[in-house]
């Protein structure tokens, strides 16, 4: 094995290819377990069913939680109440994945971002506010790498009615929406 090599460019030019161990661990039998989702991420995965993007609210600080929390981290507070956020939004970031969610390779890169969800009657700086963490349909391999998808208005595709579980899948991903 070499050492690391450096980048050519460390502003994003690709790292020569670098021989790392290879660690195997022996799987011994299935685990079995069940999760408890909480309040918060009960009632968020619930209204995903019901079509609806549900975050929780705190009026000392004005924040805006989606996914929902029963805290406020900032003001170490119980929060507030229940907001519904629209499911539109903009782009804030993006990037071209060629790792599936399960971690396989994919042969053709998808475009996976973050979402600042619009949530009627609050306002958000660039820094804190309620989004998601999706993918990105209708755009191009081009339009992440020259950033032309930030700041793109976007609107979640929802799976039809009958075929949602209360899972972040229900909705697709977020489609670009063209002028």
């Known amino acids: 094995m070499t050492g690391p090599t450096k980048p050519i460019n460390p502003r994003g030019t690709k790292y020569d290819r670098v021989e790392f161990p290879v660690f195997e661990f022996p799987v011994v039998g299935k685990a079995r377990y069940n999760y408890t989702t909480g309040e918060a991420l009960g009632r968020f995965l619930a209204g995903l069913k019901e079509g609806k993007i549900l975050g929780t609210y705190c009026n000392k600080c004005g924040r805006v939680f989606v996914p929902p929390r029963m805290y406020c981290s900032y003001c170490f507070r119980e929060v507030d109440g229940w907001v519904e956020a629209r499911d539109e939004g903009v782009v804030n970031t993006a990037v071209m994945s060629y790792i599936s969610?399960?971690?396989?390779?994919?042969?053709?890169?998808?475009?996976?971002?973050?979402?600042?969800?619009?949530?009627?009657?609050?306002?958000?700086?660039?820094?804190?506010?309620?989004?998601?963490?999706?993918?990105?349909?209708?755009?191009?391999?081009?339009?992440?790498?020259?950033?032309?998808?930030?700041?793109?208005?976007?609107?979640?595709?929802?799976?039809?009615?009958?075929?949602?579980?209360?899972?972040?899948?229900?909705?697709?991903?977020?489609?670009?929406?063209?002028p």
């Open 101 to 178: 969610a399960t971690r396989a390779r994919l042969e053709r890169p998808v475009a996976v971002g973050v979402i600042k969800l619009d949530v009627p009657g609050y306002q958000f700086d660039d820094h804190f506010f309620p989004g998601l963490m999706h993918y990105i349909c209708g755009a191009s391999e081009d339009d992440v790498k020259s950033m032309k998808i930030f700041g793109a208005r976007v609107k979640a595709r929802w799976k039809p009615p009958e075929q949602r579980t209360g899972s972040i899948t229900d909705i697709e991903c977020f489609e670009v929406a063209r």
